[in-house]
């Protein structure tokens, strides 16, 4: 299960890492101890936290070499697996992306909730409608 620093938290929420430290000492984000002493978030808190605030990262690490223009870094908040296909589901800042893929790929990435993801977009067709 992934655990995160202060620092990636925070890189991921879009604060600070004296808000994510607020946070936690308020009793808002569940923070724990490593082995070394240093303070550390559980992926699936941080997941159910992201969710709940909607909030994380919308730019992609540009040493990414990608022709896909719409990429949102985000965490996996839900992964639904049946025998052949699987639904990932990834909070990214305001954004809720639902992604079905094979169960094989879900496997082999090790897609589990808490798990920081890049989802990329790239689409023939954009539909858009009016309010």
Do not use: C
């Not at 620092?7 to 430290?21: D, F, N």
């Not at 709940?52 to 697996?81: K, M, Q």
């Not at 954004?95 to 890049?118: K, P, Q």
């Amino acid at each position: 299960m992934p655990s995160y620093s202060i620092g990636q938290a925070a890189r991921l929420l879009g604060v600070s890492s004296e808000t994510v430290r607020r946070w936690a000492d308020g009793g808002r984000l569940r923070m724990d101890r490593d082995g070394s002493g240093n303070r550390v978030i559980d992926g699936v808190g941080l997941a159910a936290f992201a969710k709940e605030r909607g909030a994380g990262l919308h730019a992609v690490p540009e040493d990414v070499p990608t022709s896909v223009r719409n990429a949102f870094v985000g965490i996996v908040t839900a992964v639904r697996v049946d025998d052949v296909a699987a639904q990932v589901e990834v909070q990214s800042g305001p954004h809720r992306l639902v992604s079905l893929v094979t169960r094989e790929a879900v496997e082999e990435l090790g897609l589990d909730v808490g798990v920081t993801v890049t989802a990329r977009v790239k689409s023939t067709n954009v539909h858009v409608d009016l309010p």
